[in-house]
């Protein structure tokens, strides 16, 4: 299913489930991401759509001060309430592209996780070159559906439904393999504002029953925006066939691919 730009609103009627449904981003990941970035305990943090705090919290926990964006009013407070025992963390209700500190403040660090592909492509490496001392870094990553071989049956088994109710995949839909995800290495050094340092991808695996997975499927966009009646119907054929399997359970890869780069000039 396709995510237009506009779908980027949708988000915010999923605060109160989002923390719980979205998948955990493995450590490996940001272990990674610190020691690409060179980043010590104290460093300024910018985070762009932070939703709930998922990739907030491990983070903050690295003892690091951030600063999140978050354009949706429930996102922002859910994210305040998972904050709110940690340091230094502030969340701004407001979009990265008309984002102004209060003070004049620069970052060591701009982030995005699954963040940004929703933001204009004509400014974001723009703005957050503009918001990172000399020498900082941007990251981000995306977490999306891997299909490795001998993988779960259930995607391609439910996939006539979608089909049926008018949710049909784009023709040019691929399954990407773990392993295999595109990265956007050459659009970062065509900036001309950046250099890439790494890119690597990430994989994993998380089991669901039926109930988890449709609480999943309920912070995707697409599935937000679908037709009550559209959805029902999709809601219920996934909950009679997971019914049908012995351990009522699935199995979906998880994939991200980490891009960290540093500022030029």
């Given at each position: 299913?396709?995510?237009?730009?506009?779908?980027?609103?949708?988000?915010?009627?999923?605060?109160?489930?989002?923390?719980?449904?979205?998948?955990?981003?493995?450590?490996?990941?940001?272990?990674?991401?610190?020691?690409?970035?060179?980043?010590?305990?104290?460093?300024?943090?910018?985070?762009?759509?932070?939703?709930?705090?998922?990739?907030?919290?491990?983070?903050?926990?690295?003892?690091?001060?951030?600063?999140?964006?978050?354009?949706?009013?429930?996102?922002?407070?859910?994210?305040?309430?998972?904050?709110?025992?940690?340091?230094?963390?502030?969340?701004?209700?407001?979009?990265?592209?008309?984002?102004?500190?209060?003070?004049?403040?620069?970052?060591?660090?701009?982030?995005?996780?699954?963040?940004?592909?929703?933001?204009?492509?004509?400014?974001?490496?723009?703005?957050?070159?503009?918001?990172?001392?000399?020498?900082?870094?941007?990251?981000f990553w995306s977490a999306t559906h891997v299909f490795p071989d001998g993988g779960d049956p259930f995607f391609a088994e439910i996939q006539p439904v979608y089909d049926e109710i008018g949710e049909a995949l784009p023709g040019d839909a691929v399954r990407p393999r773990p392993g295999g995800l595109?990265?956007?290495?050459?659009?970062?050094?065509?900036?001309?504002?950046?250099?890439?340092?790494?890119?690597?991808?990430?994989?994993?695996?998380?089991?669901?029953?039926?109930?988890?997975?449709?609480?999943?499927?309920?912070?995707?966009?697409?599935?937000?925006?679908?037709?009550?009646?559209?959805?029902?119907?999709?809601?219920?054929?996934?909950?009679?066939?997971?019914?049908?399997?012995?351990?009522?359970?699935?199995?979906?890869?998880?994939?991200?691919?980490?891009?960290?780069?540093?500022?030029?000039?």
């Amino acid at each position: 299913m396709g995510e237009p730009r506009d779908l980027r609103t949708t988000f915010d009627s999923a605060a109160a489930t989002y923390q719980e449904a979205r998948p955990d981003y493995p450590t490996e990941l940001y272990d990674a991401l610190v020691a690409a970035a060179g980043l010590h305990e104290g460093d300024r943090l910018l985070e762009i759509g932070c939703a709930t705090g998922k990739a907030t919290l491990p983070l903050a926990r690295r003892g690091f001060a951030m600063t999140c964006l978050e354009p949706g009013p429930a996102l922002a407070a859910a994210a305040r309430r998972n904050l709110a025992e940690l340091g230094e963390v502030d969340v701004v209700e407001t979009t990265f592209e008309t984002y102004r500190p209060a003070t004049p403040q620069r970052f060591d660090l701009v982030l995005a996780a699954t963040a940004w592909h929703w933001l204009d492509p004509t400014v974001r490496y723009r703005r957050a070159w503009e918001l990172l001392v000399p020498g900082g870094h941007l990251a981000f990553w995306s977490a999306t559906h891997v299909f490795p071989d001998g993988g779960d049956p259930f995607f391609a088994e439910i996939q006539p439904v979608y089909d049926e109710i008018g949710e049909a995949l784009p023709g040019d839909a691929v399954r990407p393999r773990p392993g295999g995800l595109p990265d956007q290495r050459d659009e970062i050094d065509g900036t001309g504002l950046f250099e890439v340092v790494t890119v690597r991808e990430v994989d994993w695996e998380v089991t669901y029953d039926a109930e988890g997975y449709l609480r999943l499927l309920d912070t995707f966009s697409g599935h937000i925006a679908m037709a009550p009646a559209k959805r029902e119907h999709l809601y219920a054929e996934v909950r009679r066939r997971l019914a049908s399997r012995p351990d009522g359970r699935l199995v979906r890869g998880w994939g991200a691919v980490l891009h960290v780069a540093r500022r030029r000039g």
